[in-house]
């Protein structure tokens, strides 16, 4: 039988709790956990309090600590108690040590007064009036004089402050019924220590309306409006009532009630129609705005309203001042407009009036610009308007004016004129001195000294035989002259007249003074009054056409002028009778002209005519209708074929106009042949991949001497043809890959190439087979292979894919992927159960094989497992490396059943693990025959005994 030789243990030893003061009565505090080896009644335990359990505040129920009596913190805060666990054997045992259990009482949240509060007040209140007290006490204490009281929510603009120390709650601001009719406060009462126990209460609090009278603008309410706008505002005015107290209507007087409205709801203000500064400027009326208050309320608010223009420009004026020869496009002046009312409104800018003969133009950013050449002889001043005008919707015309006054100054941009440019004069050597024999007038359209001429003879004039007047441009005679002195009987003097200019312009005329005695024959011309002759169109300015000779028998000299030379491009010598080419010919134009020149001795005159033919010269380049052409050309055209046609032409006639084409050679110019009629052929293969385009130049030349030539660029860019199939740079691929690659991360990457170029030669990489659960993504553009799904070696260890590179004409080639998965020691061991048990009697031998654990695991590498006993006393037990669960020794169990709690870590050869529970129980075995102790008894006895004594 089992003797009582275990004490009892009792478990926790040591606890400590802090508990309020309000825990209800019965509440279970702590529950211990007991303990015998000893079996039967000795075994059997029981707990009882054996210190400080003052005022029998707590009792034991079985196990469990519970709170026996209200706690009152006046009298204890803290108890110390210990508890003993006595099992029920003979002798009894108690437990060493005792449980040491402490509780602090902790103190109560305050308690108001008043499970809810409320208070009514008008919003006519002062600042600083109570509207209600609340209190709260101490329940452990019964006292009020450690609560202090705060406000902690519901306090809207901070309307209301709270004493701490009394709970009183006054007003801090102003109440208006209008804007907030309810409070709803949350009051917090703390118990001032450390523990800062509280307790909130909510306080409603209704403001009531008192009629005021309602509160407008200090003094008029002035608005200032663009014109065009009709919105003007709205009358500042509120009513801090609520209620009726707080409806508002608004009237006008009768002042300006034509032009200007309110709503009598609102108060908003606007005009019947929009106005301009033009008409009205500023205008005033009043406002009455009434409360609906029981006696309703008013207050008056004058009204000014002024209108301000809501386009301005900038500058308002501006003067300036240009030459004549300032350049069209010069720029005059800068205008700025604003919409001050839509600043996105677009301004569209012009000018009116003034601008005579539309020499300025404004463009739509403002800027004045000079679009036609200035003419001070024309006009000196101009005197514009410029406007702007607002496109809003609601501008209704808005205009902003501005005055630009333009100057215009002289430049002496005229030449002056002469006339005539020539003369021809005769009088007899009778003449005298002082006679005036020529007059010359000269206009300029200048002003100032610019237009100013003066006279001067500045060649001919032989020993000072003639003087001229500067201002009037007379010419008269200087001394006396003789006839037959006079080299060649005349004079041929050179009249010019010039300005007063800086830079001083002049005109030439030509005066040729002949003398003459009797005169009795008319100039003739030799051989004939008939001249024919050709020039050519390139003649040079001055080059002489034809020579014209004419002789008199009187041996007075002959001059020679052309009748009616208007138009025409040539002058003739007065003098040498040379026709001269004064400006260019062009056979194109005219290729014939018939010239009348008259001769003339002074008085008499002889007529001939010229028959003067312009002969065709090769002036013209050819040139083609455009400098560049634009070719494209497949890379599948066959050599030979026409590619395209060029052509020319020439400005000169017959031979001169014949062209012919040819290709510039060059280093591209061998793939191409050009035919002298401008046909273009292909003249080698070309190849996209090698070449995309090259230039070549082609000339045409025309049939003149010397040949005359045009150029024009061909550029050719060559198209491609698809004529390559992508090629993989492997048709197998082999990656490899542990089982715990990271989703989303790159597994490798495959690659094509395609000899095309351009889109012909771009790839797109397809996986076509092989990926059912979409475990791979293979990126179309870059053939980098991408995990989808996490990988599992015991799942499935390889993966065979079938892809596809594609170019965009459609062709493809194929190839494979095999993706093999490393295994990684990625499992944990695994047992058939977590829990073993094990019975054998304490006779069995050391070695006995209590349990085998059957363990595995999944990983197909480093799968070996290795077993430890981690707790439940290794020496009694050990585990081979099969999980084979042995004793070492004779387990000795005369005093009882004795069960032993084996912990065993089943671990991998990477450190994971699993723990497996044995539970063990030897049995007694009745293996001994009682024995005395002592072995020996010595008794005496009376002898008159009694039986049973």
Known sequence: TDINDNRPTILPVSSAFQLRSQLEVDTVIQTFTVNDLDIGDSGTVSLRITSGNANGAFRLTGRALILAKPFDRTVQLLYSLLIEAVDHGTPSMQSQPDAAVTITVLGSAPRFINSSYSAMLLDSKPVGATALTVTAEDPDTGGRQMVYYEIIAGNSNQAFAIDQCSGEITLSRSLNAGTLANYNLTVNAVVRGQSRLSTSTSILITVLDDNEAPTCVTGPYNVNIYEGVLNVGRVPCADRDSGNNNVLTYVLSDSHRNLILINSSSGQLSLSYRLHVTVITCFSSNVTVTDQGTPPLSTQVPVQVCVQPRLTISPLSSMKTLSEADPVTSVVEQYTASDLVDSTAAIQYSIPSGNTGGVFSISFSGL??????????????????IQAVSSANNADGAIAQSNLIVTVTDSNDNVPVISPSQLVVTFNESVGTGAVVAAFTCTDRDDGANGQGNFTITGGNVQDSFRIDAKTGAVSLARMLNYEIVADRRFSLAVRCADGGPTSLFTLATLVVQLSNVNEHAPSFTPSNMYAETIGELASIGDTAVTVTATDQDGTAVSYRLINPVGLPFTLDPLLGRLLVSQTLDFDSQNNYQLSVE??????????????????????????????????ISEAVAVGTQVYTVSCTDGDHGSNALVSYSTVTSSSSSYLRTTSNGAIYLNRTVDFESLTSFSVQIQCADGGTPSLTGTALLLIRISGVNEHTPVFSAQEYNISVPEDFTVGSVLGSVSATDNDTGVDGQIAYILSSGNDDSTF???QSSGELVLRKPLDFETQQVYNLDIIARDTGGKFSNATVEISVIDLNDAVPQCDRTNYNATLSETVAAGHLLTRLVCSDSDAIDSTLTYQIQSGNSTLFRVNSNGQVFTRQVLDADQGTVTYSLTVAVSDLVGQQVLVYITVTVQTVNEFAPVFMPALYTVREYENATRGG
């Open 368 to 385: 004045v610009t000079l679009v036609r050449n200035l003419d001070y002889e024309s006009l000196t001043t101009y005197n514009l308007t």
């Open 599 to 632: 001769a003339s001795d002074g008085m008499l005159v002889a007529r001939a005519a010229i028959n003067l033919t312009i002969a065709d010269e090769n002036n013209h380049a050819p040139e083609f209708n455009q400098s560049v052409f634009d070719l494209v």
């Open 777 to 779: 993504q293979l990126l």
